[in-house]
């Protein structure tokens, strides 16, 4: 990429958790390329975490640290990416203010990620406001950083088209290109599944492995992995679709061959579960042991991380505070200016 058409990207993570392996393979690992490449800014999405985490706000925000380790020790370097705590850029709250304006409650409640989320969460009427309009705060993150590319799951698919409805509606309003609208960048990796053969890696599912995991906490995982039921004895011939075990070895063990011969074995008999299983685990230690190793000496160094989390909030700050300062004033809204 060429410094003319150099991309600004942004992602977020609400910080509920500390992040597992679905979301490395999903988010982390790419980012960890893309810095290279490109102007990216990591937003610690806690207020959007707060939106459905009333009562919690202490478990969230011992989540941004938790977060911003992970972004570390998997390698995200703050010389090159910035990354930021959304609470403290007050400019996002201010641009989602005046954003809100330009979308119908009807609209919000057509999302259907956020349909998705109410169903789960069974709020049912009762939905509180902040988590109805968190998708016009998504926007706000987006469009304060001016990013051209967003990397995202396909359940956010919804709030990129929220977020670009927005940015032309605003643009129409002010008659003024002021703010950008971006691509989704979606992850070529499937969607990883946690270990008991759930659709989805979720810490608060049980069926995750964290960035941080002990060598015991991972060979645990592995061995209890989800295989498949009916391959009772070895030389049963064994089903590869739906079996967690080879749908890691997809994911993480680069080896391609490997991974089809040892898939081919299996579907014709002769192989069993802990074979399979002891390949995989020796990958997973292999990679997550470096991960785990820098993320101890990160939380020994706490001041250290919180001095990085500072330097980039307060460099998030001066790009966002220019952008509000050129939506104020497309609003009429710079009284005090000369
Ligand atoms: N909604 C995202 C999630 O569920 C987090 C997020 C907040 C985000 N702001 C964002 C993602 C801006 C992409 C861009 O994890």
């Known amino acids: 990429m060429t410094q003319a058409t150099r991309s600004t990207i942004l992602t977020g993570d609400r910080t509920t958790g500390p992040l597992h392996l679905g979301h490395y ?24 975490a ?51 304006n330009l979308v119908t409650v009807a609209r919000l409640e057509r999302n259907p990620t956020i349909k998705e989320e109410i169903r789960l969460r069974g709020f049912e009427r009762d939905i509180p406001a902040g988590f109805l309009t968190y998708p016009v705060s998504q926007a706000a993150d987006i469009t304060a950083f001016k990013a051209t590319h967003v990397p995202v799951g396909d359940d956010q698919l919804p709030m990129i088209e929220q977020t670009n409805e927005l940015v032309r509606r605003f643009n129409n309003t002010v008659d003024r290109a002021v703010l950008v609208e971006c691509e989704a960048v979606l992850s070529q990796v499937t969607r990883l599944p946690g270990i008991d053969g759930k659709a989805k890696m979720s810490k608060s599912l049980g069926n995750a492995i964290t960035l941080g995991a002990t060598p015991d906490e991972i060979t645990k995982a592995v061995n209890n992995m989800y295989t498949d039921p009916n391959h009772l004895r070895v030389s049963d011939p064994g089903q590869v679709e739906g079996n967690v075990v080879f749908a890691f070895l997809d994911a993480f063990e680069p080896d391609v061959q490997k991974v089809d011969e040892l898939k081919a074995h299996y579907q014709r008999g002769g192989l069993g579960d802990s074979v399979v299983k002891r390949v ?55 009284y005090f200016q000369n």
């Not at 790419?30 to 990216?40: C, D, G, P, T, Y």
């Not at 977060?67 to 609470?87: E, F, H, N, R």
């Open 25 to 48: 393979i999903g988010s982390l690992r790419a980012r960890v390329q893309l810095q290279h490449e490109a102007n990216q800014f990591l937003l610690l999405a806690d207020v959007q």
């Open 50 to 100: 707060l939106t459905d985490n009333v009562g919690r706000h202490q478990k969230v925000t011992e989540n941004v640290v938790e977060v911003a380790l992970d972004y570390l020790a998997a390698g995200i370097d703050p010389a090159k990416s910035t990354i930021l705590i959304q609470s403290q850029v007050p400019e996002l709250a201010e641009l989602s203010q005046y954003l809100l």
């Open 280 to 334: 995989l685990n020796e990958r997973l230690q292999t990679l997550i042991e470096p991960i785990r190793t820098r993320r101890q000496e990160l939380e020994a160094d706490r001041g250290e991380v919180m001095e990085i989390l500072r330097r980039g909030t307060m460099r998030a700050r001066e790009v966002a505070a220019q952008t509000l300062s050129e939506v104020k004033g497309a609003l009429g809204l710079s």
